[in-house]
């Protein structure tokens, strides 16, 4: 059974910075590119970030170039968002998720929440 | 960015009622479209993908169709656990974009 479960969510002031982490399981993590979505609450969905099999290619969203990192270790499973320079627009719940193009698994969530 | 316009935002049908969901694009997305069902507290789950594939597990009741710029999402004989948002997202182009949703609930 495919699980990935996120970590690392908390309420953090402006302009700091958080990481938060996802483990999977159920499946051969490095054959999947992994991405990262974003839902601030009560709307709708935004991807954010997505990463290659091999970490060597990142993609981004406009609003988090330059200030988020996407990462992986394929020997621990694990799928990373370095999150620096943190605005009040980042606040959201965030879903690691499975890369398909489509995304066909999901985490449960981890809340952000950005404000002093 | 591909703008992906959903409608209708809210809908309301009784149980057994066939459902049309819709999503128009912005520009051609060649079928690379999927739909998501988030029900209340949950994350989404993969519905639909390549605009009328059925993702595994998924009842047969949930299909997709269209072509271009015009997609939809139909639920035959609606079931109280059909009560969720329903998403739209296109992959032809980065960044991948989604639309902003349709609540369903029960009449």
């Known amino acids: 059974e495919v699980q990935l479960v996120e970590s690392g969510g908390v309420l953090v002031q402006p302009g700091r910075s958080m990481k938060l982490s996802c483990a999977a399981s159920?499946?051969?993590?490095?054959?999947?590119?992994m991405a990262w979505v974003r839902q601030a609450p009560t709307k709708g969905l935004e991807w954010v970030a997505t990463i290659s099999t091999s970490g060597g290619s990142t993609y981004y969203r406009d609003s988090v170039k330059g200030r988020f990192t996407i990462s992986r270790d394929n020997a621990k499973s694990t799928l990373y968002l370095q999150m620096d320079s943190l605005r009040s627009e980042d606040t959201a719940t965030y879903y690691c998720?499975?890369?398909?193009?489509?995304?066909?698994?999901w985490g449960q969530g981890v809340m952000v929440t950005v404000s002093s | 960015d591909i703008q992906m316009t959903q409608s209708p935002a809210s809908l309301s049908a009784s149980l057994g009622e066939t459902v049309t969901i819709e999503c128009r694009a912005s520009e051609d997305i060649y079928s690379n479209l999927a739909w998501y069902q988030q029900k209340p507290g949950n994350s989404p789950q993969l519905l639909i993908y390549?605009?009328?594939s059925l993702a595994d597990g998924v009842p047969s009741r949930f299909s997709g169709s269209g072509s271009g710029t015009q997609y939809s999402l139909k639920i035959n004989s609606l079931q109280s656990e059909d009560v969720a948002s329903y998403f739209c997202q296109q992959y032809n182009n980065y960044p991948n974009t989604f639309g902003a949703g349709t609540k369903l609930e029960l009449k």
């Open positions: 998720t499975r890369d398909r193009d489509y995304f066909d698994y």
């Open positions: 390549d605009a009328n």
């Open positions: 159920g499946f051969t993590f490095s054959s999947f590119p």
